[in-house]
C-alpha cells in the first residue's frame, strides 16, 4: 500500500515545481517583453514617470529597467542582469534581457514534459561554451590606434540609440575622452577608468555641436573674491590641499578664561598669526592658484589676494583628484608639508568664464592630462540626459576595444552564426541533453527577429532567407541592415559590436536562464500584519493532508 501514497507525493511536488517555474517564465518573459521594442535603431522610445512627477524619454534599456518597481522576484533578477551587463561592459543591456527572456521561453516546452531543469541548465552550459568558442573564431582583431575603424565601431554601437541622428559628434567625443585618459600598464595592456577621470558636465544653452572634450577638468565653481583676484592665468602653478586655511576650531566644547581686557587681543592675533603662517607656507612656492577641498577664511583670502594668487574653495573630492591628474599637482594634507614637486605646472591656462547664469572654472590645454572634462551643450536637460546617456555608453564600447580589440559583425549576424552552428552541432549530441541545446541554438535567433520586427519588414521571409544563407555556414557577416530591413553583408556596411559586449551577453544571459530554471519554491521571509480583530475567539482546527506529510521542516506560524 505505501507505494501509491509515495507516487502520488511525489507527483504533488513537481506539480508544485513546474508552476513555480511556469511563473518565473511568465515574468522574465513579461520583463523582455516591455523593453524588446528598444533593440535596433529603428526602436521605439519609452517615456517613463519617475516617483517625484518627472518624465524621462529614452530608448536605453537599462535606464528603463531602473526606473520598473515590479513585484515579483524572477522579474526583479531579470532587471538586475540589465544592471550587471551595464556595470561590466556599458551595452547590450537590452539584447541580455532578450536573450535570457528567450532562453527560459524555450525551456518552458521541457519543463512541461517533466525534463529535470539540471538537463536544460547542463545543455545551456554546454551551448554557451560553442556559442564562445564560435566567437573567438568570427571576431576580427583591431588596430585601436586607426581613429576611422574605431569611429566606425562607435558609432554602429551606439547607432541604435537616440543621438545616432547625430552622425560622429558622441563618437568622437566618446573616442576623444577614452583616449585621453587611457594609462599603459605595461605588456600591452592598457587601463581606462571612465567613472573617476572623465566628468560629463551638462550645460543647458547653445547647440549639441557646441559640445567638446576639454584637454583638462572644468568645474562649477568661481574664484573666492572676484574683484581681487585674477580670473584668467596663463600657465599657472597650482597648488592642492584638501585641509582648510582657516582657524583651526576644538575638537569639542572649548573654555577660555580671559582675566584681563588685553588678553582678547592677544588671543585674536594668535588666530590671525596661524592662519599668516599656513598662507607663507604656501606662498613659499609662488603659486598662482590655490585650491582646496576646505573652507578658506577671509583672512586667508586677504593673505593670498595680496599675493596675487587665485584660490577656489570647497572643492569636491573626485574634483580634486581629477584635477591632480590633468596638471600633475599632487593633492597635500598639511600646508608645512608642501615640495616643489607637489606643485602642479601642466596646465596651459587657468580662466573663469560664464556659461548662462553660473560660472566655471577651466583649467584647460594640459601637457599631458590623464583626466578630462566633456561639455555637453545642448536645447534642455531631457536632451542632455539622454545624450549622457549615449555618451555613457560610447565610452563604455571605446574602453572596452582598448581593452580587447577585437570585433564581431552586428545586425544579428553573430547570433546567427552561433544559432547555425549550435543547430549542426547538436546532431552530434547524445542522450536527453539534445533537445534542450538544440533549443537554445534557436533561442539565439531571438535577436534578429526582433530587429527585423522593429524594422518593419515581414519577419517570417527575412529570418527564413538569412537562415538560409547562414545554413552552410559560408559568410558569418550576413546580417539585417537596422534601418532599411535589409539582408547585407556587415563588413560593408561596418556595422560592428564588441567582442567584450557579445560574449558577456552571451553569458549573462544563459547564467541567469539557468539560475532561475533551478529556482523551484518562493518562499517569502516578509511578516504580514494580522488584520484587526484577528487573535481573537476560538481557533479553527486544522486538518493534516498528505500533503503536508511531504515536508521535512515544520515551520513556525
Known sequence: MPAPVLVLKDSLKRESGTKVHRANIQASKAVADIIRTTLGPRSMLKMLLDASGGIVVTNDGNAILRELDLAHPAAKSMIELSRTQDEEVGDGTTSVIILAGEMLHVAEAFIDRNYHPTVICRAYNKALEDAIAVLDKIAMPIDVKDRGTMLGLVKSCIGTKFTGQFGDLIADLAIDATTTVGVDLGQGLRDVDIKKYIKVEKVPGGQLEDSRVLKGVMINKDVVAPGKMRRKIVNPRIILLDCPLEYKKGENQTNAELLKEEDWTVMLKMEEEYIEDLCMQILKFKPDLVITEKGLSDLACHYLSKHGVSAIRRLRKTDNNRIAKACG????????????????????????????????????????????????????????????RNLQDAMSVARNIIKNPKLVPGGGATELTVSSALKQKSSSIEGIEKWPYEAAAIAFEAIPRTLAQNCGVNVIRTMTALQGKHANGENAWIGINGNTGAITDMKENKIWDAYNVKAQTFKTAIEAASMLLRIDDIVSGIKKQAPPGAGQGPSKPKIETEGDADNEQILPD
Open 329 to 388: 599637482a599632487v593633492i597635500v594634507n598639511r600646508p608645512d608639508e608642501l615640495q616643489e614637486s607637489d606643485v602642479g605646472t601642466g596646465a596651459g591656462l587657468f580662466e573663469v568664464k560664464k556659461i548662462g547664469d553660473e560660472f566655471f572654472a577651466f583649467i584647460v590645454d594640459c601637457k599631458d592630462p590623464k583626466a578630462c572634462t566633456v561639455l555637453l551643450r545642448g536645447a534642455s536637460k531631457d536632451l542632455l540626459n539622454e545624450v549622457e
